[in-house]
């Protein structure tokens, strides 16, 4: 008899890595131009806001060469905002997000590569000084993200989790966003970027070090994600951006096969019990920083000031309880169906996709046929 679906997840996510991933990104790479493949690295079709540009001009050039990262993990509305970065490596999304959040509000790194957080470390006066702060809004910790209570991080401690392309290298992907939920205040926020397959890979594949290292024999399933956000608790994944990664190293293609691969970035959120009360019409106020005047929120809905648009129950519980309340006029709607009425299954395999409305785009490489959709990463120097 077949396993039911959370225990199908569960054995999916449980893969356990050849070797000691710190080890690989602690003593074989040493700067971003030792990796093998473009997993692991910002495509350079991403789009850089302003200020994120100027941002990132004033971080340390040892931070910067020490990045290894597949997006850009960049939610709006982050002013005064407490942030948490799961493998914040050498701190540089950290750097960041440190002015974006500006010094009202804080930004926590965990890694559990002692030399990433030696070098993110040391350079905290460096950047406080560069950024004319009075005290450091950022530290940073060595330990696992699947573990952050035993470093002492509090239940609903945080508005916000980012993670940029390490949630792959965990053994225990649903223990990571068990985690994440845990620490997240009722409203907030996991904004993520990630490398997905297109399908299970082999034995072969997973075990094999290499593929380890460059972020792809640990890669979920892209449909496993769905199933295991839901059961942790959060509301469907919403899928925002994908790009195509091109290997581009001739034994590693033979050993994946005919497995494609992408970087997707997806936000989840912690809607509070009981703050689900159907579909309504949303009309976006604007005067979100750079982006005044449209939002797009993720892959199928973009908000433009004064304009209503029907949205579904999920939609409006996470504009309703989420830091994006102030910003959203919400008033009750008959118009547009529950999502959670419509079919399940939507996408094929052994795992469903739940929750995720048949008309939306919910599979990352679905979004990558979308006309004027970025083309294959140029190489694993195609940083930002």
């Not at 850089?48 to 997006?71: D, F, N, Q, T």
């Not at 799961?86 to 002692?114: F, N, P, W």
């Not at 129950?313 to 547009?336: K, P």
């Not at 006309?371 to 294959?376: F, L, M, N, R, S």
Request: proline letters at 6%; glycine letters at 10%; aromatic letters at 8%.
């Amino acid at each position: 008899m077949a396993a039911p679906a959370g225990e199908q997840i569960h054995r999916a996510v449980q893969w356990l890595p050849p070797f000691p991933a710190q080890d690989y990104y602690g003593k074989e790479l040493q700067r971003s131009e030792d990796l093998k493949t473009n997993a692991c690295v910002t495509p350079a079709v991403c789009r850089v806001p302003k200020a994120a540009r100027a941002a990132l001009e004033r971080i340390h050039e040892e931070v910067v060469a020490r990045y290894y990262g597949c997006g850009l993990v960049l939610p709006e509305r982050l002013e005064s905002c407490c942030v948490l970065d799961l493998g914040s490596g050498s701190g540089r999304d950290c750097y960041l997000l440190s002015q974006l959040v500006g010094e009202k509000g804080h930004v926590t790194g965990i890694d559990m590569t002692a030399g990433q957080v030696e070098v993110a470390k040391k350079h905290i006066a460096y950047h406080m000084d560069k950024f004319g702060y009075r005290k450091p809004n950022v530290d940073f910790i060595q330990g696992y993200m699947e573990k952050l209570g035993d470093v002492g991080l509090a239940d609903e401690s945080y508005d916000i989790v980012i993670s940029n392309c390490v949630i792959n290298l965990s053994p225990d992907k649903r223990a990571v966003l068990r985690e994440a939920y845990r620490v997240l205040k009722p409203g907030g926020e996991m904004y993520f970027s990630d490398v997905y397959a297109s399908q299970r890979l082999s034995e072969a594949a997973r075990a094999h070090r290499v593929l380890w290292g460059e972020c792809l024999a640990g890669a979920l399933c892209w449909r496993e994600l769905y199933g295991i956000a839901q059961e942790v608790g959060f509301s469907p994944p919403r899928l925002v951006a994908a790009s195509p990664i091109a290997i581009g190293h001739e034994e590693l293609q033979s050993i994946v096969g005919d497995c494609r691969f992408v970087s997707a970035t997806f936000r989840l959120f912690k809607v509070p019990a009981g703050g689900r009360a159907g579909p309504g019409r949303a009309v976006y106020n604007g005067g979100i920083a750079e982006h005044e005047r449209e939002l797009a929120f993720d892959a199928n809905f973009t908000f433009k000031e004064g304009e209503a648009v029907d949205v579904d129950a999920d939609t409006a519980a996470i504009l309703r309880s989420s830091r994006f309340a102030e910003d959203f006029s919400i008033q009750a709607s008959g118009v547009g169906a529950d999502a959670n009425a419509a079919l399940p299954g939507c996408c094929r395999g052994r795992v469903k996709v739940l929750l995720c409305p048949q008309e939306r785009i919910c599979d990352p490489f679905q979004l990558l046929e979308r006309p004027g959709a970025p083309a294959p990463a140029c190489g694993p120097h195609g940083c930002c």
